[in-house]
């Protein structure tokens, strides 16, 4: 899907054809779209496949007719279950002359806050600032997720105290998973953002300069906070693994302690069960004999319920 906006009088409107200052948006191009843009716009058709590519690292590519700076950024998608799965995808942004091109697989919330004119001081025409908005919105989203990952986390840190299954420790498994991306696509931004601020791959005026500051915090933040919680985490898998085979043992302890209160009665029916003669068997020949196994078999179960309680084998 291409799509094409332009600045023009304070507003963002979406235009049919790439005109000079405008952004054209790539979302899960056709080869058709990436041959129009590449000719249009004399881009090496491998420049714009490369954001295509889940696998793809950050980096910076020059040409003379163009500049591809490529990221990674934090996207959500369900699986099967219907679970939310954080993980990451590039996003390249490509200047070429006097247009800029993004290409992405995914039409992410990322795109979607520029493409609905959603932020502030957002200029088509000004390439370098919004490749620094692009950043900057970048990392936020990072932390953005980071934070719902934490709640995610101590939710599910609530119900392994009682857990005796491995569904939590399954979702436990995937929010540690999705850090591991996390922590693997911040680090290789990182290193592209030490480039912009070292190199004039981009031009940076006065308040460009301060935003890629902003840019380099937000995302040493974000490596932290992902470090953090993946430590965590792991400490808290191997905690609650230990949790849930101690609740589990429990859960066994009890079920012993009722098959043995319940077997005292079982053995007594079943002497009297037999088939002897009623002459050697007590209480055999009274009329109040039944009664009294059933009052003798109750009590001796209620005995040796209150003898675990005594050790504490029952609380």
């Not at 002359?97 to 200029?123: I, Q």
């Not at 070292?198 to 906070?225: C, F, H, T």
């Amino acid at each position: 899907m291409k799509k094409c906006y332009i600045t023009r009088q304070g507003r963002l409107e979406q235009i049919d054809e790439m005109e000079p200052g405008c952004w054209v948006n790539l979302i899960a191009p056709t080869e058709a779209e990436i041959e129009e843009v590449a000719i249009g716009l004399n881009i090496d058709p491998d420049a714009i496949r490369a954001a295509l590519d889940t696998d793809e690292r950050s980096r910076i590519e020059t040409d003379p007719d163009y500049t591809m700076i490529l990221v990674n950024i934090p996207t959500v998608e369900e699986d099967h279950d219907e679970k939310e799965l954080y993980s990451t995808i590039p996003l390249a942004y490509i200047m070429a002359h006097d247009r800029v091109v993004t290409v992405c697989l995914e039409d992410t919330v990322l795109l979607r806050r520029f493409s609905d004119g959603a932020v502030r001081d957002f200029n088509t025409q000004m390439k370098s600032r919004f490749i620094l908005q692009l950043l900057y919105r970048t990392a936020s989203l990072y932390l953005q997720y980071l934070r719902t990952i934490d709640k995610k986390s101590d939710a599910v840190e609530t119900r392994l105290h009682k857990s005796t299954q491995n569904h939590e420790l399954i979702e436990l498994l995937r929010l540690e998973k999705s850090l591991v991306y996390f922590t693997t696509s911040l680090r290789s931004n990182e290193v592209v953002l030490e480039k912009l601020l070292r190199g004039e791959i981009i031009k940076k005026y006065p308040d460009d300069a301060e935003l890629l500051e902003d840019v380099i915090v937000e995302n040493k933040q974000a490596i932290e906070m992902a470090n953090i919680y993946s430590g965590i985490l792991s400490g808290m898998m191997d905690a609650f693994a230990s949790v849930i085979s101690n609740n589990l043992n429990v859960v066994m302890k009890v079920l012993a302690i009722i098959t043995i209160i319940l077997s005292i009665p079982t053995l007594i029916f079943s002497a009297y069960g037999m088939n002897v003669n009623l002459d050697g068997m007590p209480f055999a020949s009274s009329p109040w004999g039944f009664l009294i196994i059933v009052v003798a078999s109750l009590f001796l179960s209620l005995a040796v319920a209150l003898i675990f309680i005594k050790i504490r084998m029952i609380k």
